[in-house]
């Protein structure tokens, strides 16, 4: 059997100096964060800014570092998916999945109640962990919708 290799993006804006963060919703209709898989000479972190692209219709920067990786299954195959923070900087004047997915900027709280996996509430602890230990003002004020 296959290991697939897929990448996400955790993508977060600042708002009244608190982390959003934005969520798509999945073929199933649970609430997730962007990911696909990383095609051949894709890496992780180019493939993570591609899936906000395409099912989150949102662009910005991938911040230095996985925040981590969790294992699931995808075609009857194993998956491991790695997971990045990308900084929000703005919106796509079009994107290819916006008729197939839900999109919803969260506060944390409303994000951890929200996301219904395990592996992916524990990758929005770290990435809010990652965020409070981060310098201050590295992190702008964010202007987006």
């Not at 990448?7 to 798509?24: D, H, K, M, T, Y």
């Not at 051949?40 to 662009?59: C, I, N, R, W, Y």
Request: glycine share 8%; hydrophobic share 35%.
């Amino acid at each position: 059997m296959n290991t697939l290799f897929q990448a996400g993006a955790v993508p977060f804006r600042i708002r009244n100096s608190q982390p959003e963060f934005l969520l798509v919703t999945s073929n199933r209709g649970n609430w997730i964060f962007p990911k696909g898989i990383v095609e051949p000479g894709d890496t992780p972190e180019s493939a993570a800014l591609k899936e906000a692209s395409q099912e989150a219709g949102g662009f910005g920067k991938i911040l230095p570092g996985p925040l981590g990786s969790y294992e699931d299954r995808k075609w009857s195959n194993a998956c491991e998916i790695q997971m990045f923070l990308l900084q929000y900087s703005g919106d796509c004047e079009s994107w290819e999945e916006r008729s197939l997915r839900y999109r919803k900027w969260c506060t944390y709280e409303d994000a951890l109640r929200l996301i219904k996996k395990t592996e992916l509430r524990e990758i929005l602890v770290r990435a809010l962990k990652r965020l409070a230990d981060s310098p201050r003002g590295s992190s702008p004020e964010s202007g987006t919708r």
